[in-house]
Structures are given as structure tokens and as C-alpha cells.
């Protein structure tokens, strides 16, 4: 049964570029949520995805979007980075009748030069 | 706003202890209550979750919930190296799937 999976594992870029980060939801999960964690903290939640639609947003600028496919897999897309937006960004999947338990991905690390 | 209010750390015990880890919220409508392990570089991993007052055990994890006191703990009996760990502290308000973390408590296991 594959879990979560993100994809890329690393990334750097530099300010004001743009970046896309993928996520695959464990298998049978509908539900994908996307979470930020800077160093030292606990993930904030910056939104989440179910049906293709945004269903709830968390504190974050409209620099932050998100997508989700029919087959519930998500991105997220970041753009005019800061860099401030330097973290590990985590992709955490759920079924929506059951969306409290969430399964994290190994997330992806980003670092803004 | 709602807070989850966890101390850093790090909380520092010898094999085979009990680990104690704490968590205190601010909204009393919260109903559901998640502890995850983070190991360093890692993503989290669900422990156990509570909603019901009193104690819920899970092998060498027993979780516990005081809604008056808004307080959440976390017991983990026979403590190993290999629990050594951030301990996050995660809690959803009536009404919302959203989590809101706490910062994390790191714990060390000493041999």
C-alpha cells in the first residue's frame, strides 16, 4: 500500500522565482492538505484540497495556490518567492469522512536564496 | 487565536523512564486531540489521538485529556534511544478539520 508520496525531495531557488511542488495522497485518501513547517516550529496549515476545489485556506498569501487532479493528486505553486518561504513543505492526505486522521508525506525541503 | 502552547525542550530522560510530554490549548471548542513524532529531517507520524476525557493507551503510549484544564499529555512508558524525537501536539476546534500545531517538545532518551 504506497503512502504518501512528494515529489521534488529538495529544492533551491532564488527570490522571486517560482516553484511547484507535487503530492500523490496515500492510496484511497480523496482528501490532500498542504502544511508549511519552518524550522523549529509545528506545520501551519496553508490549505486544503478535496473534489478539485479549495475547501479551506489557512493564513497565507495569495503567493500561495494549489491545484488537485482527478485522480487526487495535488501541487502546490509558490510564486515571487521570499525568502522567508524557505521550509519544509508537507503533504499530508485524509478521506474526507475521516479527514482528523492525516497521513504526512516525507516532504519537500525549500530553500530561497 | 488559537494557541497550542507546548515548552521546546529539550526534555531529556534515561532508558527505560517514563517520558512525560505536555500540551495546553486556548479554545475550549477543540474536540480532537493528535500526537505525532517527527524525528529530525523526517515528516510526522500519527502516535494516537484522543477526544474523550480521561486515559486512552496504545501499547508504551497512553494519552491523556482534561478538558477543564485545556491540557493534553503525553505518557511513554520504557522509554528507548530510538524515541528520541520531536513530539508534536496537534488540536482541531469544533466544527473544523483544520489542526492547529504546536511548536513541538523535543525528547532524548539517554542510554
Known amino acids: 500500500d504506497a503512502g504518501v508520496t512528494q515529489s521534488p525531495t529538495h529544492l533551491i531557488k532564488t527570490r522571486g522565482q517560482q516553484v511547484t511542488l507535487r503530492c500523490s495522497p496515500k492510496s484511497g485518501h480523496d482528501t490532500v492538505s498542504w502544511y508549511q513547517q519552518a524550522l523549529g516550529q509545528g506545520p501551519q496549515f496553508i490549505f486544503q484540497y478535496y473534489e478539485e476545489e479549495e475547501r479551506q485556506r489557512g493564513n497565507f498569501p495569495d503567493r500561495f495556490s494549489g491545484h488537485q487532479f482527478p485522480n487526487y493528486s495535488s501541487e502546490l505553486n509558490v510564486n515571487a518567492l521570499l525568502l522567508g518561504d524557505s521550509a519544509l513543505y508537507l503533504c499530508?492526505?485524509?478521506?474526507?469522512?475521516?479527514?482528523?486522521?492525516?497521513?504526512f508525506g516525507p516532504g519537500t525541503r525549500l530553500l530561497v536564496l | 487565536q488559537k494557541e497550542v502552547e507546548q515548552n521546546s525542550g529539550p526534555l531529556s530522560v534515561p532508558e527505560g523512564a517514563i517520558a512525560s510530554l505536555n500540551c495546553t490549548y486556548s479554545d475550549r471548542g477543540s474536540q480532537s486531540f493528535f500526537w505525532y513524532r517527527q524525528y529530525s529531517g523526517k515528516s510526522p507520524e500519527l502516535i494516537m489521538f484522543?477526544?474523550?476525557?480521561g486515559d486512552k493507551e496504545d501499547g508504551r503510549f497512553t494519552a491523556q485529556l482534561n478538558k477543564a484544564s485545556q491540557y493534553v499529555s503525553l505518557l511513554i512508558r520504557d522509554s528507548q534511544p530510538s524515541d528520541s524525537a520531536t513530539y508534536l501536539c496537534?488540536?482541531?476546534?469544533?466544527?473544523?478539520?483544520?489542526?492547529?500545531f504546536g511548536r513541538g517538545t523535543s525528547l532524548i532518551v539517554h542510554p
Open positions: 496537534a488540536v482541531h476546534s469544533g466544527g473544523s478539520y483544520i489542526p492547529t
Open positions: 499530508a492526505s485524509s478521506l474526507t469522512s475521516h479527514q482528523e486522521t492525516q497521513y
Open positions: 484522543i477526544y474523550s476525557n
